[in-house]
Protein backbone atom coordinates (compact mmCIF):
# COMPACT_ATOMS: atom_id res chain seq x y z
CA UNK A 1 0.00 0.00 0.00
CA UNK A 2 1.12 3.21 -0.65
CA UNK A 3 3.58 3.01 -2.95
CA UNK A 4 2.84 5.35 -5.28
CA UNK A 5 2.60 8.08 -2.59
CA UNK A 6 5.71 7.21 -1.22
CA UNK A 7 7.65 7.35 -4.76
CA UNK A 8 6.31 10.47 -5.23
CA UNK A 9 7.35 11.95 -1.87
CA UNK A 10 10.42 10.33 -2.05
CA UNK A 11 11.48 12.21 -5.18
CA UNK A 12 10.37 15.50 -3.71
CA UNK A 13 12.58 14.71 -0.55
CA UNK A 14 15.30 13.76 -2.91
CA UNK A 15 15.09 17.10 -4.77
CA UNK A 16 14.69 19.26 -1.72
CA UNK A 17 18.09 17.50 -0.27
CA UNK A 18 20.00 17.97 -2.76
CA UNK A 19 18.81 21.37 -3.17
CA UNK A 20 19.24 22.18 0.51
CA UNK A 21 22.51 20.96 0.49
CA UNK A 22 23.99 22.83 -2.34
CA UNK A 23 22.67 26.08 -0.11
CA UNK A 24 24.13 24.71 2.75
CA UNK A 25 27.69 24.71 1.11
CA UNK A 26 27.01 27.98 -0.32
CA UNK A 27 26.63 29.20 3.44
CA UNK A 28 30.78 28.50 4.02
CA UNK A 29 31.19 31.53 1.74
CA UNK A 30 28.95 34.29 3.93
CA UNK A 31 28.52 35.24 7.32
CA UNK A 32 27.38 32.62 9.85
CA UNK A 33 25.63 35.50 11.49
CA UNK A 34 23.12 35.75 8.16
CA UNK A 35 20.71 33.31 9.05
CA UNK A 36 19.05 34.59 5.61
CA UNK A 37 19.73 31.47 3.29
CA UNK A 38 18.55 28.80 5.70
CA UNK A 39 15.49 30.88 6.03
CA UNK A 40 15.36 31.03 2.09
CA UNK A 41 15.47 27.47 2.11
CA UNK A 42 13.05 26.73 4.59
CA UNK A 43 10.35 28.55 2.76
CA UNK A 44 11.48 27.14 -0.57
CA UNK A 45 11.08 23.32 0.11
CA UNK A 46 7.64 24.16 1.59
CA UNK A 47 6.67 25.21 -1.92
CA UNK A 48 8.28 22.87 -3.78
CA UNK A 49 6.75 19.63 -1.22
CA UNK A 50 3.39 20.73 -1.41
CA UNK A 51 3.39 21.92 -5.23
CA UNK A 52 4.57 18.19 -6.11
CA UNK A 53 2.43 16.27 -3.85
CA UNK A 54 -0.78 18.76 -4.67
CA UNK A 55 -0.20 18.25 -7.76
CA UNK A 56 0.30 14.01 -7.56
CA UNK A 57 -2.90 13.80 -4.43
CA UNK A 58 -4.90 17.12 -5.69
CA UNK A 59 -7.79 16.30 -3.05
CA UNK A 60 -5.44 15.97 0.11
CA UNK A 61 -4.43 17.92 2.70
CA UNK A 62 -1.42 19.98 3.59
CA UNK A 63 0.13 21.04 7.27
CA UNK A 64 3.67 22.74 7.15
CA UNK A 65 5.34 24.79 9.78
CA UNK A 66 6.06 28.36 7.64
CA UNK A 67 3.46 30.09 6.40
CA UNK A 68 3.94 32.97 3.88
CA UNK A 69 3.04 36.33 5.87
CA UNK A 70 6.81 36.73 6.30
CA UNK A 71 7.00 36.67 2.03
CA UNK A 72 4.22 39.36 1.18
CA UNK A 73 5.90 42.16 3.80
CA UNK A 74 9.21 41.34 2.70
CA UNK A 75 9.58 41.45 -1.29
CA UNK A 76 13.29 41.40 -0.88
CA UNK A 77 13.23 37.85 1.07
CA UNK A 78 10.40 36.97 -1.66
CA UNK A 79 12.46 37.41 -4.06
CA UNK A 80 15.06 35.23 -2.91
CA UNK A 81 13.15 32.05 -2.43
CA UNK A 82 11.42 32.77 -5.76
CA UNK A 83 14.94 33.07 -6.82
CA UNK A 84 16.03 29.32 -5.01
CA UNK A 85 12.64 27.84 -6.16
CA UNK A 86 12.72 28.60 -9.53
CA UNK A 87 16.60 27.87 -10.19
CA UNK A 88 17.56 24.15 -11.66
CA UNK A 89 21.31 25.63 -11.97
CA UNK A 90 21.32 23.88 -7.72
CA UNK A 91 21.57 20.64 -9.25
CA UNK A 92 23.57 19.29 -12.09
CA UNK A 93 22.23 17.50 -14.57
CA UNK A 94 18.88 17.45 -12.60
CA UNK A 95 16.95 17.50 -15.59
CA UNK A 96 18.11 13.99 -16.28
CA UNK A 97 16.55 13.06 -13.20
CA UNK A 98 13.31 10.96 -12.09
CA UNK A 99 12.97 13.25 -8.94
CA UNK A 100 13.36 16.57 -11.50
CA UNK A 101 10.92 15.03 -13.61
CA UNK A 102 8.04 14.32 -10.68
CA UNK A 103 9.03 17.66 -8.73
CA UNK A 104 6.67 20.78 -9.55
CA UNK A 105 8.09 24.12 -8.74
CA UNK A 106 5.66 26.98 -8.26
CA UNK A 107 5.47 28.74 -11.76
CA UNK A 108 5.19 32.26 -9.93
CA UNK A 109 6.05 34.09 -7.08
CA UNK A 110 2.20 34.27 -6.47
CA UNK A 111 1.43 30.47 -6.69
CA UNK A 112 4.91 30.20 -4.57
CA UNK A 113 3.18 31.89 -1.84
CA UNK A 114 -0.33 30.17 -2.18
CA UNK A 115 1.56 26.71 -1.79
CA UNK A 116 3.34 27.74 1.13
CA UNK A 117 -0.04 29.14 2.51
CA UNK A 118 -1.60 25.90 2.19
CA UNK A 119 0.71 24.05 4.87
CA UNK A 120 1.08 27.43 6.78
CA UNK A 121 -2.64 27.54 7.28
CA UNK A 122 -3.43 23.93 7.57
CA UNK A 123 -5.20 22.07 10.67
CA UNK A 124 -4.87 18.88 9.79
CA UNK A 125 -6.76 16.55 12.35
CA UNK A 126 -8.69 13.21 12.78
CA UNK A 127 -10.32 12.80 8.90
CA UNK A 128 -9.18 12.70 5.28
CA UNK A 129 -5.21 12.98 4.17
CA UNK A 130 -3.28 15.18 5.32
CA UNK A 131 0.74 15.78 4.40
CA UNK A 132 2.90 16.77 7.45
CA UNK A 133 6.23 18.45 6.58
CA UNK A 134 9.06 19.79 8.08
CA UNK A 135 11.16 21.30 5.28
CA UNK A 136 14.13 22.15 7.26
CA UNK A 137 14.19 20.72 10.81
CA UNK A 138 17.67 21.61 12.33
CA UNK A 139 17.74 24.81 11.07
CA UNK A 140 19.72 25.97 13.74
CA UNK A 141 22.69 23.63 13.11
CA UNK A 142 21.92 24.01 9.20
CA UNK A 143 23.73 27.13 9.77
CA UNK A 144 26.78 25.38 10.67
CA UNK A 145 26.83 22.58 8.63
CA UNK A 146 25.39 20.34 11.34
CA UNK A 147 22.76 18.00 11.11
CA UNK A 148 19.37 18.58 9.80
CA UNK A 149 16.35 16.62 7.72
CA UNK A 150 13.65 17.14 5.34
CA UNK A 151 10.71 15.69 6.96
CA UNK A 152 7.43 14.59 4.93
CA UNK A 153 4.85 12.24 6.43
CA UNK A 154 1.47 11.24 5.17
CA UNK A 155 -1.37 11.17 8.21
CA UNK A 156 -4.94 9.33 7.25
CA UNK A 157 -7.96 10.08 9.68
CA UNK A 158 -5.27 10.79 12.38
CA UNK A 159 -2.71 7.94 12.21
CA UNK A 160 0.68 8.11 10.40
CA UNK A 161 -0.01 6.00 7.08
CA UNK A 162 3.99 7.05 5.22
CA UNK A 163 7.33 8.66 6.46
CA UNK A 164 9.98 9.87 4.46
CA UNK A 165 12.74 11.58 6.30
CA UNK A 166 15.77 12.86 4.42
CA UNK A 167 19.26 13.36 5.90
CA UNK A 168 21.38 15.18 3.42
CA UNK A 169 24.08 15.39 5.77
CA UNK A 170 24.41 12.41 7.18
CA UNK A 171 26.19 9.77 6.02
CA UNK A 172 25.08 6.27 5.58
CA UNK A 173 27.19 4.31 8.08
CA UNK A 174 24.60 2.43 9.63
CA UNK A 175 27.69 0.30 12.18
CA UNK A 176 28.47 4.08 13.48
CA UNK A 177 25.42 6.45 13.59
CA UNK A 178 25.83 7.05 16.95
CA UNK A 179 28.78 9.28 16.24
CA UNK A 180 26.74 11.32 13.57
CA UNK A 181 29.37 10.50 11.16
CA UNK A 182 29.03 14.11 8.33
CA UNK A 183 28.42 13.12 4.37
CA UNK A 184 30.92 16.04 3.86
CA UNK A 185 30.90 14.89 -0.46
CA UNK A 186 27.45 13.38 -0.76
CA UNK A 187 23.97 14.30 -0.07
CA UNK A 188 23.40 11.67 2.52
CA UNK A 189 20.32 9.34 2.55
CA UNK A 190 16.94 9.04 2.85
CA UNK A 191 14.59 6.02 4.71
CA UNK A 192 11.15 5.93 4.43
CA UNK A 193 8.80 3.45 6.36
CA UNK A 194 5.04 2.31 5.17
CA UNK A 195 2.57 1.39 8.02
CA UNK A 196 2.88 -2.27 8.75
CA UNK A 197 5.55 -2.94 6.88
CA UNK A 198 7.87 -3.93 9.60
CA UNK A 199 10.70 -2.50 8.46
CA UNK A 200 12.30 0.34 7.01
CA UNK A 201 13.57 1.55 3.26
CA UNK A 202 16.73 3.19 3.47
CA UNK A 203 18.60 4.98 -0.32
CA UNK A 204 21.97 6.75 -0.90
CA UNK A 205 21.13 10.06 -2.35
CA UNK A 206 23.41 11.30 -4.87
CA UNK A 207 22.70 14.01 -7.88
CA UNK A 208 21.24 10.87 -10.09
CA UNK A 209 18.56 8.82 -9.08
CA UNK A 210 17.48 7.68 -6.23
CA UNK A 211 18.88 3.25 -6.00
CA UNK A 212 16.49 0.53 -4.74
CA UNK A 213 17.88 0.57 -1.62
CA UNK A 214 18.20 -1.85 1.78
CA UNK A 215 15.50 -2.96 3.92
CA UNK A 216 16.15 -3.13 6.82
CA UNK A 217 13.89 -5.44 8.90
CA UNK A 218 12.51 -4.51 12.04
CA UNK A 219 14.46 -5.51 15.48
CA UNK A 220 11.08 -7.12 16.55
CA UNK A 221 12.07 -9.91 14.19
CA UNK A 222 16.16 -9.57 14.18
CA UNK A 223 16.60 -8.26 18.04
CA UNK A 224 15.27 -10.60 21.27
CA UNK A 225 13.11 -8.73 23.73
CA UNK A 226 15.67 -10.47 26.09
CA UNK A 227 19.00 -8.63 24.34
CA UNK A 228 17.08 -4.82 25.11
CA UNK A 229 15.97 -6.06 28.48
CA UNK A 230 19.32 -7.18 29.64
CA UNK A 231 21.19 -3.63 28.83
CA UNK A 232 22.42 -2.05 32.27
CA UNK A 233 20.74 1.60 32.85
CA UNK A 234 24.42 2.83 32.97
CA UNK A 235 24.60 1.69 29.42
CA UNK A 236 21.25 3.59 27.98
CA UNK A 237 22.96 6.23 25.34
CA UNK A 238 20.61 8.99 25.10
CA UNK A 239 20.37 11.24 21.95
CA UNK A 240 19.90 14.96 22.74
CA UNK A 241 21.11 18.56 22.35
CA UNK A 242 23.12 20.51 24.71
CA UNK A 243 21.41 23.36 22.89
CA UNK A 244 17.88 22.49 23.69
CA UNK A 245 15.72 23.95 26.39
CA UNK A 246 17.09 24.62 29.50
CA UNK A 247 14.54 22.74 31.75
CA UNK A 248 14.22 19.74 29.46
CA UNK A 249 18.23 19.63 29.96
CA UNK A 250 18.02 19.60 33.26
CA UNK A 251 16.01 17.08 33.97
CA UNK A 252 17.30 15.08 31.19
CA UNK A 253 20.76 15.34 32.58
CA UNK A 254 19.40 14.76 36.03
CA UNK A 255 17.61 11.37 34.80
CA UNK A 256 20.52 10.58 32.94
CA UNK A 257 23.10 11.00 35.99
CA UNK A 258 20.49 9.01 38.55
CA UNK A 259 20.45 6.13 35.88
CA UNK A 260 24.78 6.50 35.57
CA UNK A 261 25.06 7.25 32.15
CA UNK A 262 28.04 9.27 31.04
CA UNK A 263 28.50 11.53 29.07
CA UNK A 264 24.79 13.19 28.82
CA UNK A 265 24.20 13.22 25.92
CA UNK A 266 25.87 10.54 24.48
CA UNK A 267 24.83 11.69 21.05
CA UNK A 268 24.77 14.90 20.29
CA UNK A 269 22.28 15.97 17.39
CA UNK A 270 19.92 19.25 17.34
CA UNK A 271 17.19 18.18 15.06
CA UNK A 272 14.62 15.73 16.61
CA UNK A 273 14.29 13.91 13.25
CA UNK A 274 17.46 13.42 12.89
CA UNK A 275 17.34 12.07 16.53
CA UNK A 276 14.48 9.83 15.71
CA UNK A 277 16.09 8.13 12.55
CA UNK A 278 19.06 7.52 14.51
CA UNK A 279 16.98 5.34 17.13
CA UNK A 280 15.97 3.80 14.62
CA UNK A 281 19.25 2.57 12.56
CA UNK A 282 21.60 3.02 14.82
CA UNK A 283 23.20 -1.05 14.99
CA UNK A 284 26.04 -0.74 17.02
CA UNK A 285 23.32 -1.54 19.90
CA UNK A 286 19.95 -1.09 20.78
CA UNK A 287 20.42 1.04 23.66
CA UNK A 288 19.77 4.60 22.23
CA UNK A 289 16.81 6.21 23.83
CA UNK A 290 15.56 9.76 23.91
CA UNK A 291 13.65 11.37 26.78
CA UNK A 292 11.91 15.05 26.94
CA UNK A 293 10.74 16.17 30.07
CA UNK A 294 8.60 19.17 29.52
CA UNK A 295 7.75 22.24 32.21
CA UNK A 296 5.19 21.00 34.49
CA UNK A 297 1.39 21.17 33.19
CA UNK A 298 -0.46 24.32 33.71
CA UNK A 299 -3.58 23.97 35.36
CA UNK A 300 -4.28 20.14 34.88
CA UNK A 301 -3.54 20.84 31.26
CA UNK A 302 -2.02 18.37 29.08
CA UNK A 303 -0.74 20.55 26.32
CA UNK A 304 3.29 20.43 25.97
CA UNK A 305 3.75 23.82 24.78
CA UNK A 306 6.41 23.21 22.73
CA UNK A 307 5.68 20.43 20.49
CA UNK A 308 4.22 20.90 17.41
CA UNK A 309 2.67 17.90 15.00
CA UNK A 310 5.88 18.60 12.01
CA UNK A 311 8.37 17.67 15.09
CA UNK A 312 7.63 13.84 15.03
CA UNK A 313 5.60 13.20 12.17
CA UNK A 314 7.70 11.21 9.83
CA UNK A 315 10.68 9.51 11.89
CA UNK A 316 7.91 8.76 14.47
CA UNK A 317 6.55 5.79 11.97
CA UNK A 318 10.21 5.45 10.62
CA UNK A 319 11.20 4.86 14.83
CA UNK A 320 8.23 2.21 14.82
CA UNK A 321 8.65 0.33 11.56
CA UNK A 322 12.28 -0.31 12.62
CA UNK A 323 11.02 -1.80 15.86
CA UNK A 324 11.36 0.87 18.76
CA UNK A 325 8.47 2.88 20.36
CA UNK A 326 8.09 6.14 21.37
CA UNK A 327 5.19 7.20 23.91
CA UNK A 328 4.22 10.33 26.16
CA UNK A 329 5.41 10.47 29.89
CA UNK A 330 1.82 8.90 30.30
CA UNK A 331 2.66 6.21 27.72
CA UNK A 332 0.30 7.35 25.55
CA UNK A 333 0.97 6.76 21.83
CA UNK A 334 1.64 10.29 19.96
CA UNK A 335 -1.56 11.36 18.60
CA UNK A 336 -1.41 13.23 15.25
CA UNK A 337 -5.02 13.83 14.77
CA UNK A 338 -4.95 17.07 17.64
CA UNK A 339 -4.07 19.31 14.51
CA UNK A 340 -1.25 21.68 14.60
CA UNK A 341 -0.09 21.15 18.51
CA UNK A 342 0.37 17.52 19.87
CA UNK A 343 -2.30 18.90 22.29
CA UNK A 344 -3.03 14.90 23.61
CA UNK A 345 0.38 14.38 24.74
CA UNK A 346 2.60 15.62 27.56
CA UNK A 347 6.32 15.26 26.68
CA UNK A 348 8.32 11.77 24.75
CA UNK A 349 10.38 8.63 25.91
CA UNK A 350 11.51 7.02 22.78
CA UNK A 351 13.91 4.27 22.35
CA UNK A 352 15.40 1.79 19.42
CA UNK A 353 13.62 -1.11 21.03
CA UNK A 354 9.98 -1.55 22.29
CA UNK A 355 11.25 -3.69 25.61
CA UNK A 356 13.96 -1.06 26.53
CA UNK A 357 11.30 1.76 25.89
CA UNK A 358 9.05 0.39 28.48
CA UNK A 359 12.30 -0.29 30.90
CA UNK A 360 13.29 3.95 30.00
CA UNK A 361 9.47 4.79 30.83
CA UNK A 362 9.58 3.42 34.14
CA UNK A 363 12.49 5.04 35.16
CA UNK A 364 11.15 8.23 34.24
CA UNK A 365 7.91 8.01 35.87
CA UNK A 366 10.14 7.15 39.34
CA UNK A 367 12.47 10.37 38.65
CA UNK A 368 9.33 12.50 38.12
CA UNK A 369 7.90 10.98 41.31
CA UNK A 370 10.59 11.96 43.41
CA UNK A 371 10.28 15.32 41.80
CA UNK A 372 7.34 16.32 43.32
Not at 9 to 25: G, Q
Request: charged share 20%; hydrophobic share 40%; proline share 5%.
Amino acid sequence: MYAEERRIASAAVHYASVLTKSVMRSIKHVSKKDSTPVTVADFAVQALLIGTLSQAFPADGFLGEESAAALRQDAVLCRQVWELVSSTEAWPGAAASQAATLTRPPGSPEEMMELIDRGGLGNGGRHGRTWVMDPIDGTATFIESGQYAVAVALIQDGKEVLGVVGCPNLALDLDHLESVPTDDEGYGFIVSAVYGDQGVLVQPVGAGELPPGQFIPSRRRSQPQDEASSIQYSHFNFVDSMSGEAYHLNKAKQLAKRLGCAPFPGTEVWSTQVRLVILALGKASCNNVQVRIPPPRVDGGEEDPEDYIWDYAGAHLILREAGGVATDLDGKEVDFGTGRRLSGNWGLVAASHSSLQGRVLGQVRAFLELEK
